[in-house]
C-alpha cells in the first residue's frame, strides 16, 4: 500500500467535494430549458448573450436559470417545465401551452446562451425584468443577477436601478438587437462586472 504524504498537495488527487464543478451540466439541463413562452406565444421576448470570466473570455459551462412573472406581472403557479412520464420516468418536454415562468439555458462552446420567454409585466414599484440565477467554473456559490429592458419608462424610478450609478445600472440592462431579440452579456468580475444581487 502506498502511502500518500498529505503535506505534498501535489500527491493528492482530487474528488468532488474538492472541485468546484461544473457538474451540473450532466443532470440540470433538460430539452427546450430556454424555450419557456408557448410556441406563436404573442408577448414572447427571446433574450441573448454571453458568459464572460474576469478576462474577458467566454465561458462554455455557464448555466443559467430564469424566473419571470407572465405578461401581467403575475407570477405563474403551474407546474410543466419537466414533465415526465409516469411509467417510464422518461422526460415528455414542456406541454406546449402552459407559462411556467421558469426554464434553463446552458451555455455553449463559445459562451452564448439564450432564453425564449414571455415579456415581464411589472410587480410593484419594480419596472418589469428577469430574474437570473448563474451556475459556473470557479464559483462556489451561484449569483443571481436581474434582466430590465432598454426603452423601459419604468427604469427611471426602479428602485434597485436609482440606487446604482449609470455604469453600473447599465450592467442590467438588456438591449434591442437588429433581429428583433436583445441582449445581455453576464460579466462575472473584472471590468463591467454585471450588478449581482445578496439576499439576506
Known amino acids: 500500500m502506498t502511502k500518500i504524504d498529505t503535506s505534498r498537495p501535489e500527491q493528492i488527487l482530487p474528488t468532488p467535494s474538492h472541485t468546484v464543478g461544473p457538474f451540473y451540466g ?13 410556441p406563436g406565444d404573442p408577448n414572447e421576448v427571446v433574450v441573448r448573450g454571453c458568459v464572460y470570466d474576469g478576462e474577458g473570455t467566454p ?6 436559470e430564469i424566473w419571470g412573472p407572465d405578461s401581467e406581472g403575475e407570477l405563474p ?15 415528455l418536454g414542456r406541454n406546449n401551452w402552459e407559462f411556467t415562468g421558469w426554464g434553463r ?3 455553449d462552446a463559445g459562451g452564448q446562451w439564450y432564453v425564449r420567454t414571455r415579456w415581464p409585466g411589472a410587480r410593484g414599484d419594480n419596472a ?3 430574474s437570473v440565477c448563474v451556475f459556473a467554473r470557479g464559483l462556489l456559490v451561484h449569483l443571481f443577477t436581474r434582466i430590465y429592458f432598454e426603452g423601459d419608462a419604468a427604469l427611471a424610478d426602479d428602485p434597485l436601478l436609482t440606487r446604482l450609478a449609470p455604469e453600473r445600472r447599465d450592467t442590467l440592462i438588456a438591449r434591442p438587437q437588429a433581429d428583433g431579440t436583445y441582449r445581455f452579456d453576464v460579466r ?3 471590468e463591467g462586472e454585471t450588478v449581482f444581487l445578496e439576499f439576506t
Do not use: E, K, N, W
Open 77 to 91: 403557479r403551474v407546474d410543466g417545465s419537466i414533465r415526465r412520464d409516469p411509467a417510464t420516468g422518461g422526460y
Open 128 to 130: 418589469p425584468y428577469l
Open 26 to 38: 450532466y443532470a440540470l439541463p433538460f430539452p427546450g430549458g430556454p424555450d419557456i413562452a408557448p
Open 188 to 190: 462575472l468580475q473584472g
Open 59 to 64: 465561458v462554455p459551462d455557464a448555466f443559467l
Open 105 to 107: 439555458s446552458q451555455t
